[in-house]
DNA sequence: TAGCTAAGTGACAACGTTGTCAGTTTCCCG
DNA sequence: CGGGAAACTGACAACGTTGTCACTTAGCTA
């Protein structure tokens, strides 16, 4: 900046300006991009964080880029901000409690403007001091635990809900359910939709239907047996999320059934199987959204009470038959 | 780090010491440490790299983050860099040349410590002055154009010609082809892949079989018709890419037929198809590792001339007939 | 114990910016 | 043409670290 200084015959100071678009005479500011161009010079984002303060650079810590939801809101996020003049940095926990925290340290260590937060199932009480501190946070997908921030959440349990209605509509009372971990609260809330449906039609709730996350598609085939293996076995099928979706769908290939399926969590490629796969749809765009809204309102200081927004599934039906096979 | 050096009676660079990890006397780190965690001090990033010029911080610039290749390799090369100690930043361009040139921007003004680029198919020349200014790159994928340095590549050729092979020796004389844009380096050589096996099995090429690049599910099935519609039409189908081969498999649903189809690249649930989808797949566990030990060579000085290191496929056979239906 | 080495510590500058504030120029108005 | 406001400019400190180098202390040897 300064050599870029020497060159146009000003203080470096104007150099600044001029890079950060402030006024400057219309002959400096041709001079300084001049030099500029001349001496290929680049504005040095560290050194202009550490001076300001602000980084114009948000962290989003996701447990699984590669599912197709989380994927979908980080390009929604990074586009929303990119449009307020912030970078977006991503980072995926593959849902360890302790990759979640080191992140976090990490965020805070490059003092990011604010960080949006699809958490694992550990607590975040750590994030306290930094929150307090002023730190601009907001969840997605799952609360805080422990913590109290602004959080946007898919109507988990209604989706689930409309889902079973749907089967028991075909006429399904025996409905397989394979569940996220219930010690969370997607899990929960998605868990409780089965449950209220099965209710509301006044079936009655089996927990030998239920498949507490099979980690494997092994596990999955092994829990679909046992399931199969009934007196009376399940007649149709639901999927809390996208990887047991896939899962379950690679143990029917092996059993060489194709049952009615319904599962949380649009994928790719889910309308091209045989049948095509009937999901339930979580809004990633307006989610990501609300979530980059609540964000840059906090940045702006806001320190209003914390806010939850709900944001309303979608239910992609894709044909094939919902019919019981017998 | 002033407070903490006050908290525990030292002078701050004493602190500094102990952050890193250089020999201090055992009481000084005691109380340090005892002081850091009462405070609850951070250490910041930015000022660091900025005073000492090293950011341990590489960064990944790849087209589309949600291709299964890009990703795994990306979560390969993290990996590998965490455990040197270095951090990664991903950025997805999209195939926009333009993004491409405005991410190489931001990884300067970072000042990253090295560079790993997957091109879209833009020129590079552009990185030019910072490469001789001493910043490490290395390319993945295809080399870079009007630019010098060390390449990580796939046999893109060979794989393909393998894959035309398989077909041809399943009894295929007519071969359809969906092929990557013929403007960059993949395409090219997948698509001499393709020539190389016909020439040698003396099966005459007939470019009415070759599709370049079908933009959209809607293309791709005209772009099918129009082969289907041939006086001789193909018998057994080729992609070029993964996401050819997606947009091909939901035209032949459209179709209702399931000819004989392998495709260059692997990706999630090919395997679950009917039938399986055979694929040539890149080791991106190899050509990630490659990639990261060219640019730490370079990062730690090596100025020896640029090298490319090819890195051989896969061929995996998932079943499904490979005779022709008449 | 003097003399030397090794280990540890501290003072201070420097990295490349931006914030502050005082100074200078330009412009407009009466 | 004088006066005052507005626009612009520049000097300098500060952000939180690490590199350098000089200094102090401890431990050893002759």
Chains 1, 2 share one sequence.
């Not at 900046?1 to 400096?28: L, Q, W």
């Not at 199932?121 to 805080?144: K, N």
Request: negative net charge.
């Amino acid at each position: 900046m300064i050599d870029v200084a020497r060159e146009a015959g000003v203080a470096f100071k104007t150099v600044s300006r001029v890079v950060n678009g402030e006024p400057v005479r219309r002959e400096s500011l041709e001079r300084v991009d001049a030099a500029i161009a001349k001496l290929g010079y680049r504005r040095n984002i560290g050194a202009a964080s550490l001076r300001s303060g602000r980084s114009r650079t948000v962290g989003l810590l996701v447990y699984e880029i590669s599912e197709s939801f989380q994927l979908s809101l980080a390009q929604i996020v990074e586009a929303a901000l990119a449009e307020k003049g912030y970078r977006l940095v991503v980072a995926s926990t593959m849902g360890l409690g302790e990759r979640e925290a080191e992140f976090f340290e990490s965020f805070c260590a490059n003092n990011f403007d604010g960080l949006i937060v699809l958490p694992s199932t550990v607590e975040q009480s750590y994030m306290r001091p930094e929150l307090e501190a002023g730190v601009s946070i907001v969840f997605v997908d799952r609360p805080p635990k422990n913590l109290e921030t602004d959080v946007v959440l898919a109507e988990n349990r209604e989706g689930m809900r409309h889902a079973t209605e749907y089967l028991i509509a075909g006429g399904h009372r025996r409905i397989g359910f394979f569940s996220l971990k219930l010690d969370n609260y997607t899990g929960v809330e998605r868990h409780g939709g089965y449950r209220d449906a099965l209710d509301a039609a006044a079936v009655s709730y089996d927990e030998r239907l239920v498949s507490e996350w099979p980690e494997t598609r092994q596990q999955a085939l092994e829990a679909l047996d046992a399931m199969l293996a009934l007196p009376s076995p399940p007649t149709a099928f639901l999927s809390g999320a996208s990887p047991l979706a896939k899962r379950l769908l690679w143990a029917f290939r092996q059993r060489k059934i194709t049952p009615p399926f319904v599962s949380y969590d649009d994928f790719e490629l889910a309308d091209l199987f045989e049948p095509p796969v009937t999901v339930v749809s979580q809004d990633s765009r307006r989610m990501g959204l609300a979530a980059v809204d609540l964000l840059l309102q906090r940045m702006q200081g806001d320190t209003t009470p914390p806010r939850v927004v709900r944001i309303p599934t979608h239910f992609i039906e894709r044909g094939g038959s919902i019919m019981p096979e017998a």
